[in-house]
């Protein structure tokens, strides 16, 4: 029996390479008697395709990420707050794997058809730009490419910047003919996609972390048994453990690559200066609460109490 496995990435992204240690994983736990059909995005549609394939059925696995599915799950948008998880990558990956606030998150998941199988940090969002960017006033007018999620929207307008939400397969070209003055993503797919290649500067901002989501549509979960469950589970867990390791270094052996091979200049913002941007973001919390409600709130106070107890 073939399942097949999209993601919203390309080949030998982060993604891509969970996508793989699940693939090795699960065939050999159930001696090929399971095997995965990897699909990187653009082949099966982008992202919001992608989401919308796993939530029918047409596809069993799939990774997508808050950005992708806050439209959905509105819950989820809490990981488009900037400065909410620990800079700490290592507590991080804790904190989305075993907070409380995630059940009831993963709840919310599998109300719109999609069990959760694994959480994890993919790298530090960072901003790169046609100019420099180190105080919130640097972004005024600044169109700024984001996914399309309200609260990641909300989040730049904070800083008076203008976000405009582009298909990820677009951007390139989009700060190739000047439509836009920049976007944001991990170190790893800003080298991936080359968009070093059409910006002059990278902020190594992180103000917030990247995080994919493993899912498995609900109707096919149901229909596992149990055994079949545990496997699954067993090789989930063991390509969320391995991808902390391998993100870390892809992440930053292409900083290497990048400071290498381009011209692109790195700009490092100091503690004071991304103070500044926490404190401009704030509001965006408030947004958030409001626009979603109840529930939203409270998983984004559970979480936020974590993340107290675990950087104390
Ligand atoms: O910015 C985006 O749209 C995309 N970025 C990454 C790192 N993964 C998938 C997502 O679609």
């Known amino acids: 029996i073939t399942w097949t496995f999209a993601h919203e990435e390309v080949q030998g992204s982060v ?17 090929g008697a ?12 982008d992202g919001a395709n992608q989401v919308e394939l796993l939530q029918n059925g047409a596809i069993q696995l799939g990774i997508n990420n808050p950005g992708s599915v806050g439209t959905l ?10 400065f909410l998880l620990p800079s700490d990558m290592d507590k991080a990956h804790e904190l989305v794997n075993n907070s409380e606030a995630m059940e009831m998150l993963n709840q919310k998941y599998l109300e719109k058809n999609m ?20 105080e919130p006033a640097d972004f005024e007018g600044f169109k700024i490419r984001t996914m399309a999620s309200p609260v990641i929207s909300e989040s730049y307008k904070t800083y008076g910047a203008d976000p405009t939400p582009i298909p990820y397969m677009e951007v390139y070209s989009s700060l190739q003919l000047n439509m836009i003055d920049g976007q944001v993503n991990p170190i790893f797919a800003i080298e991936e996609m080359k968009f070093y290649e059409v910006q002059d500067y990278m902020m190594l901002s992180n103000q917030a972390i990247f995080v994919g989501t493993f899912v498995a549509n609900d109707l096919f979960w149901d229909s596992l048994s149990a055994a079949r469950k545990e496997q699954v589970k067993a090789a989930a867990d063991e390509a969320t453990a391995y991808i902390l390791g391998a993100q870390k270094d892809l992440n930053a052996t292409r900083l290497e690559s990048i400071k290498e091979n381009s011209e692109m200049e790195i700009v490092e913002l100091t503690p004071a200066q ?27 106070e559970m979480l936020l109490e974590d993340v107290a107890k675990i950087t104390k």
């Open 15 to 31: 993604q891509d390479r969970y996508a793989q240690k699940f693939k090795e994983a699960i065939e050999a736990k159930t001696d």
């Open 34 to 45: 399971v095997k995965i059909d990897v699909y990187p995005v653009g082949q099966l549609g």
């Open 73 to 82: 799950v509105p819950e989820t948008n809490l990981f488009s707050l900037h």
């Open 115 to 134: 069990k959760v199988l694994g959480w994890f940090p993919e790298g530090y969002q960072m901003w790169t730009g046609n100019k420099k960017i180190t």
């Open 274 to 300: 991304r103070e500044k941007f926490k404190e401009a973001s704030l509001p965006a919390r408030e947004f958030y609460v409001e626009k979603y409600g109840e529930d939203a709130g409270e998983i984004l």
